[in-house]
């Protein structure tokens, strides 16, 4: 474990790109031989804003990095956040538990925020009015929201107290995760039953990716899945039923094209419908 922790504490930047375009690729190829779902596209087209918004991701966590790189750095000085108040466990531990945190707060609090206020879901909107759900669609998030999931993840490294190379640990598992969990792959379906009760599985996220409520509003993990085991928005719908993209938002033609993706969090506020008042 020490190894790791060096490493990642000085990771350098291509290792860290090699993480984000070697994960699109592997899933990628990973889709073509076991697809949950045969989408009728061209996946280039698909992938086009996809891979844009994904680029833009990328800027803006580069852009805003030093101000991890100094608040990591001030917690480990002032041994402030609580795994640092925790007795001393082994390193394992203290990197698992740093993670752990930081997936709540990186993670889970800030993706059912968003779901929560409404012209932050007017922004996340972006994110989820994709029709056709693959591993391109794990970092389609609108710019403004990519800031708002930096400041998140910095809350989490200030009140978790975590140093660099758990930070670097956590994003470049999420990175992973998020391109896995999204990734148009059929599991087993007891196998990925079985990796729900631990992390957050495809088909659990794509629950999530269902155009109506209340499973719009459910399976906020990113990387564990006992944070909504824990706060109740847990859900589980069969992945045959499963309908990409936002009832309230249903133009695919819109919800493909950059231009109008990029002006989306800038529309009228609805949220999708609730399959009670449907039925």
Not at 99 to 113: E, S
Not at 176 to 195: E, G, R, S, V
Not at 221 to 228: A, P, Q, T, V
Not at 229 to 257: A, H, Q
């Amino acid at each position: 474990m020490q190894t790791i922790y060096n490493y990642f504490e000085t990771i350098p930047k291509e290792h860290r790109s090699m993480i984000i375009v070697g994960g699109i690729a592997f899933f990628w190829i990973l889709e073509g031989f076991f697809p949950l779902f045969k989408f009728d596209y061209k996946k280039w087209k698909h992938a086009i804003p996809n891979l844009f918004f994904t680029l833009t991701t990328v800027l803006v966590n580069l852009g805003l990095a030093f101000l991890l790189l100094k608040t990591a750095d001030w917690v480990a000085v002032n041994n402030f956040g609580l795994i640092n108040w925790l007795p001393e466990m082994p390193l394992w531990l203290y990197v698992v538990s740093g993670i752990l945190f930081l997936d709540f707060f990186g993670a889970y609090l800030a993706h059912f925020t968003e779901h929560k206020i409404a012209p932050l879901w007017m922004v996340h909107l972006v994110h989820h009015s994709d029709h056709k759900v693959d591993t391109t669609s794990a970092n389609r998030h609108h710019p403004i929201e990519s800031v708002i999931r930096f400041a998140f993840t910095l809350l989490g490294v200030f009140i978790v107290g975590t140093p660099i190379a758990i930070v670097f640990m956590y994003q470049s598992m999420s990175l992973i995760f998020t391109q896995f969990t999204h990734a148009n792959i059929k599991m087993p379906l007891k196998l990925d039953k079985f990796l729900s009760y631990f992390i957050v599985s495809p088909d659990m996220h794509k629950v999530h990716h269902h155009n109506m409520l209340p499973y719009t509003d459910s399976n906020y993990g990113n990387i564990f899945s006992i944070w909504d085991r824990i706060f109740g928005t847990y859900m589980e719908l069969d992945r045959d039923k499963i309908v990409y993209g936002v009832d309230t938002f249903p133009d695919e033609i819109k919800n493909s094209s950059l231009k109008e993706l990029l002006k989306q969090p800038f529309q009228g506020y609805k949220k999708p419908t609730n399959l009670e008042e449907v039925n």
